[in-house]
């Protein structure tokens, strides 16, 4: 019913920059919460940061300051800027979307994931 597309991931220097992007599609009423986890190799999943419909935003303290969500209601999607990347960055990034869909059931979508590294 909804479709996820990640994209911005790749390969960057410690100190770089990278922008994701995640554009969700489909039988959309309204989106509620976006966000970003990531998942590195042996680690649980963690969020990353996440915004509400209404703006509200919330980041892990690791990525306080370096980080900036963002999302784009028009065109149902979110954004995540990553500046001064460290090696410790270097995960898989999730972008989680929570939808509304057609029917007014509200469900969590999940993009598939994009392989960010940082390299030291």
């Known amino acids: 019913q909804v479709q996820l597309v990640e994209s911005g991931g790749g390969l960057v220097q410690a100190g770089g920059s990278l922008r994701l992007s995640c554009a969700a599609s489909?039988?959309?009423?309204?989106?509620?919460?976006m966000g970003w986890y990531r998942q590195a190799p042996g680690n649980q999943r963690e969020l990353v940061a996440a915004i509400t419909s209404g703006g509200s935003i919330n980041y892990a303290d690791s990525v306080k300051g370096r980080f900036t969500i963002s999302r784009d209601n028009a065109k149902n999607t979110v954004y995540l800027q990553m500046n001064s990347l460290k090696p410790e960055d270097t995960a898989v990034y999730y972008c989680?979307?929570?939808?509304?869909?057609?029917?007014?059931?509200?469900?969590?979508?999940w993009g598939q994931g994009t392989q960010v590294t940082v390299s030291s």
């Open positions: 989680k979307v929570v939808v509304t869909v057609t029917s007014r059931t509200t469900f969590d979508y």
């Open positions: 489909g039988s959309i009423f309204s989106i509620n919460a």
